[in-house]
């Protein structure tokens, strides 16, 4: 696989250039297929290399989280302008990945979440009185009635609209063959000001209401 082959989502994460993380640029291009003159026993040796790795990463970060000084995280997530899209990728990727390989592992991933936000939160406020209540679930998007929520755009019903609902019409709306994403880019940046200029007029009027109220 050439860089031109990789997904743009995926272009700077695969950079031959990229100094190592977890992985070794040669681990990068023997997951990525750049390099394929492999026997099957260094196969065997590369794929046991690479979990091993992964696997001294994640108790690294016990370590990280506790001792990495407050100023070397925080420039840890402050990537430059260029390379911002790429981090967050990278960290989407990461909770994916994590979610992916917990399913079946005698810890819900649910659990160890909601305890690591927990812990952070009390890191955060520097007491263990600091409790805090996370909710996560994975409800998947079912089928959707889409003239039900058609009428409900056309008559500006907009908070009778589901979360559901909403996921699977923008994706149903991609699908379209009629859906352009420049075309759409473009008309939405068009009424963008007069969104906001609408926004701040119903602000104004529900501080003119709330004065007449409390007068």
Known sequence: MSQDDVPESLQAAADSDRPRGILTPSDRDFLLGR????????????????????????????????????????????????????????????????????????????????????????????????????????????????????????????????DEELRAFVRLLTMSDAFSPADTRAEIKDSVDEFAERVAESAAARERSLEELTN
């Not at 026997?39 to 992964?54: A, E, L, M, W, Y």
């Not at 690294?60 to 967050?88: C, G, H, K, N, Q």
């Not at 592992?105 to 952070?120: C, N, R």
């Open 35 to 162: 390099k394929t003159d492999y026997t099957d026993h260094s196969k065997k040796q590369k794929r046991n290399r690479i979990r091993r790795r992964v696997r001294n990463a994640i108790l690294d970060f016990s370590i990280l989280f506790e001792y990495m000084e407050e100023r070397d995280r925080e420039t840890v997530f402050d990537p430059d302008d260029e390379d911002r899209d790429a981090y967050t990728q990278g960290i989407t990727d990461m909770l994916a990945f994590l979610h992916l390989g917990t399913m079946g592992y005698h810890t819900p991933f649910k659990d160890m979440l909601s305890e690591g936000v927990g812990k952070a939160e009390q890191q955060l406020a520097g007491s263990n009185y600091r409790m805090v209540n996370v909710e996560f679930n994975v409800e998947p998007v079912g089928q959707i009635d889409v003239d039900e929520v058609v009428d409900k755009l056309e008559h500006e019903e907009f908070a009778q609209l589901t």
